[in-house]
């Protein structure tokens, strides 16, 4: 198509003259013909600049704009309103990805409360052993659940989402996450070699084929975390390391000199 058909439109004589603004570099400083495209002018400002390319039509071969965005222009219609400039409707299966979004939006929420509660066992379960303060193994007397560690773990994860960037906190969370499954995946395939005989509710399938696809698998995914995240990790674990050194070690049910209370159950 060619922009020279624009004069073509209306004859000059009964064209509104072009505002003494409008000239090359007034539209390009503004950006005036992307906002016309995207139907962004204001009425009086469209109806200048469709005057203006009317009396320059070289211009718009200059800007060699897409065949459909020409022929836009070129309509100059009397509401302002450029053509649908959108792209031809995709088809239904590339579609698929609003199923997806939605299909996160609702699990999303489900899996973050489950990871809190299963963060909130964890910690029950620590203290149980003597690795955390006995003050976290209260139970709910209504309830029946470990009801301080919940508030707290809560607590904690209520001001970590209100004051820090949901990304970074998501990257270094990400180490712990993947260490926890790699110190599962490696102690079952230990525990099946010394301890064979050991009472299992659950058995996990094909252990020296899923085993190993683990480690891989969580080695892989924490290569990939960011610098800071590696060494949020790093700092965390060496943090553990010490507090486990100088208080949960002595208290450990599994020390020699652990003596069980008399009145445990």
Known sequence: ??????????????TTPVSPRFDKKFIEDHKLIERYLENKLPFKGARDLEQW???HPDYLNELKLSERAHASLKLLEASGRPQDLGEPKPPWWKSIYLLIGLAAFLALPSVILMMMFGQT?????????RLLPD??????PRFQTPHVVTVITGTVVMCAAAFFPVGNLADTSNGGTLAAFFSVALGVMILRRTQRDRKRPFRTPAIWLVGPLALIGCLALFLLLS??????????????????????????TLHPDYVEPSDAK
Do not use: E
């Not at 003050?135 to 709910?140: G, R």
């Not at 990790?233 to 060496?238: E, I, L, M, V």
């Open 1 to 14: 198509m060619n922009a020279r058909t624009i004069a073509q439109g209306k004859p000059a004589a009964k």
């Open 135 to 140: 003050v976290l193994t209260k139970i709910h």
């Open 53 to 55: 390319c009317r009396v």
């Open 121 to 129: 066992r964890v910690f029950f379960s620590m203290a149980r052993d």
């Open 227 to 252: 610098f800071f995240a590696k060494m949020v990790f790093f700092g965390w674990a060496a943090l553990g390391l010490v507090f486990y050194a100088t208080y949960g070690r002595k208290r450990s």
